[in-house]
């Protein structure tokens, strides 16, 4: 658990390291130093408040988040255009309704990525995540029976869960 | 080359701006909050991600581009959290939202919220 | 080019700003308010590209956080009346539900 721990603080660190690198743009050794050394603080300060975890820095996701967003930039994409139409039209085709899903994630980090999926692709808002379920306010039917069908939970799950078989 | 660049970069930043304006036009056109946070959620995901690849294609492989791609990041992380909160608010304090099929009357649903929400 | 994609988003902002004046509730102008502000750092964004300043990428990026950050305490305001307690604490969500 402890090597756990370090392993995550020392990737915290490279991670934010790696951000302050692009953002400056400047390598010049007395940035580079100042640049290290406020990681380094960071890291230490969020050691001492507890937030370095798997929730704080879900590194077990791997790379299997990255085709999860692909996936989902496609459906974001397919959604948008749904939605910019029935915006467009001028009888303005709407139908907003509530449906409950079912959030099969086991981990409360699955369950966010999950709601947050459903907010971010246009014609459905998570209103309410409890008790393993997601009130959503789907703008039409379609979106409704599409999320109902339940491909974007399945592929939440595989990407959430998978990960050793250990659940946060 | 040069041209063929401008071209992708102006067809992005055109089509991004539209959704935009979709975006705002839904805002003002759909009938009540919730069905207004899907409009923002267009300018939010499309609008903003089109507008930003745009700009990517005229940064080129620079760090200019780096940063683009952080406020793209940033955005798509925050935008739903934000989102979130606001409608788990309204709904928490009952604000119930109109379902159904709507009618074209989305100046008088207006009206209606307005009366009704100033006791 | 440029000029197009800021007219876009000053008319979109435009269209953000009626609805933040026109409500009705509170929480139609909060949302209105965030989507401005989107519209806001895409335009920071875009107007450093049109004068040729990319340092106001730099602007715009905080400018995200900002948004966020205000929206959230705005709401918290809105429901707690303060800014300095605490939230709910992490059961409240699920007493909170029927």
């Given at each position: 658990?402890?090597?756990k721990?370090?392993?995550?603080?020392i990737?915290?660190?490279?991670?934010?390291?790696g951000?302050?690198l692009?953002?400056?743009?400047?390598?010049e050794p007395?940035?580079?130093?100042?640049?290290?050394?406020s990681?380094v603080?960071?890291?230490?300060?969020?050691?001492?408040?507890?937030?370095?975890?798997?929730?704080?820095?879900?590194?077990h996701?791997?790379?299997?988040i990255?085709?999860?967003?692909?996936w989902?930039?496609?459906?974001?994409?397919?959604?948008?255009?749904d939605?910019?139409?029935?915006?467009?039209?001028?009888k303005?085709?709407?139908?907003?309704?509530?449906?409950?899903?079912?959030?099969?994630?086991?981990?409360?980090?699955?369950?966010?990525?999950y709601?947050?999926?459903?907010t971010?692709?246009?014609?459905?808002?998570?209103?309410?995540?409890?008790?393993?379920?997601?009130?959503?306010?789907?703008?039409?039917?379609?979106?409704?029976e599409d999320l109902?069908?339940?491909?974007?939970?399945?592929?939440?799950?595989?990407?959430?869960?998978r990960?050793?078989?250990?659940?946060? | 080359?040069e041209?063929?660049?401008?071209?992708a970069?102006?067809?992005?930043?055109?089509?991004?701006?539209g959704?935009?304006?979709?975006?705002?036009?839904?805002?003002?056109?759909?009938?009540?909050?919730?069905?207004?946070?899907?409009a923002a959620?267009?300018?939010?995901?499309l609008?903003?991600?089109?507008?930003l690849?745009?700009?990517?294609?005229?940064?080129?492989?620079?760090?200019v581009?780096?940063?683009?791609?952080?406020?793209?990041?940033?955005?798509?992380?925050?935008?739903?959290?934000?989102?979130?909160?606001?409608?788990?608010?309204?709904?928490?304090?009952?604000?119930?939202?109109?379902l159904?099929?709507?009618p074209?009357?989305s100046?008088?649903?207006?009206?209606?919220?307005?009366?009704s929400?100033?006791? | 080019?440029?000029?197009?994609?800021?007219?876009?988003?000053?008319?979109?902002?435009g269209?953000?700003?009626a609805r933040a004046?026109?409500g009705?509730?509170?929480?139609?102008?909060v949302l209105?308010?965030?989507?401005?502000?989107t519209?806001?750092?895409?335009?920071?964004?875009?107007?450093?590209?049109?004068?040729?300043?990319?340092?106001f990428l730099d602007?715009?990026l905080?400018?995200?956080?900002?948004?966020?950050?205000?929206?959230?305490?705005?709401?918290k305001f809105?429901?707690?009346?303060?800014?300095?307690?605490?939230?709910g604490?992490?059961?409240?969500?699920?007493?909170?539900a029927?």
């Amino acid at each position: 658990m402890r090597r756990k721990r370090l392993l995550h603080s020392i990737s915290l660190g490279l991670v934010l390291f790696g951000v302050w690198l692009l953002l400056s743009g400047i390598f010049e050794p007395l940035l580079l130093g100042l640049g290290v050394l406020s990681c380094v603080i960071v890291v230490l300060i969020a050691h001492r408040m507890d937030v370095i975890d798997r929730e704080g820095l879900p590194i077990h996701l791997g790379w299997r988040i990255l085709t999860y967003w692909v996936w989902l930039a496609v459906e974001i994409v397919k959604a948008n255009l749904d939605v910019a139409r029935r915006i467009l039209d001028p009888k303005l085709p709407i139908h907003p309704l509530l449906v409950r899903v079912k959030a099969s994630q086991a981990s409360e980090l699955g369950q966010v990525i999950y709601a947050n999926s459903i907010t971010l692709t246009p014609g459905t808002v998570s209103m309410q995540v409890a008790g393993g379920e997601i009130l959503v306010h789907a703008i039409a039917r379609e979106m409704a029976e599409d999320l109902e069908r339940g491909e974007m939970d399945r592929r939440v799950t595989a990407v959430s869960e998978r990960a050793g078989g250990e659940i946060a | 080359m040069e041209v063929l660049r401008d071209i992708a970069s102006w067809a992005l930043l055109v089509s991004g701006g539209g959704f935009c304006m979709i975006g705002g036009l839904g805002l003002l056109r759909l009938p009540d909050v919730y069905a207004r946070m899907h409009a923002a959620g267009i300018t939010d995901t499309l609008g903003a991600g089109l507008i930003l690849a745009g700009l990517m294609v005229q940064g080129g492989l620079s760090l200019v581009t780096v940063k683009l791609f952080l406020i793209l990041v940033f955005l798509l992380f925050t935008s739903p959290t934000s989102t979130y909160a606001l409608a788990n608010a309204a709904h928490r304090q009952g604000l119930a939202p109109l379902l159904g099929a709507t009618p074209l009357d989305s100046a008088a649903t207006d009206h209606k919220d307005e009366t009704s929400s100033k006791p | 080019m440029f000029v197009a994609a800021t007219l876009a988003l000053l008319v979109a902002m435009g269209l953000a700003l009626a609805r933040a004046l026109l409500g009705p509730t509170v929480y139609d102008r909060v949302l209105a308010v965030n989507s401005f502000g989107t519209k806001t750092v895409l335009l920071i964004a875009v107007f450093g590209f049109l004068t040729g300043r990319p340092d106001f990428l730099d602007i715009s990026l905080i400018y995200v956080l900002i948004n966020f950050i205000a929206t959230i305490a705005v709401l918290k305001f809105l429901k707690f009346g303060d800014l300095g307690t605490p939230g709910g604490d992490p059961g409240s969500d699920r007493e909170m539900a029927e």
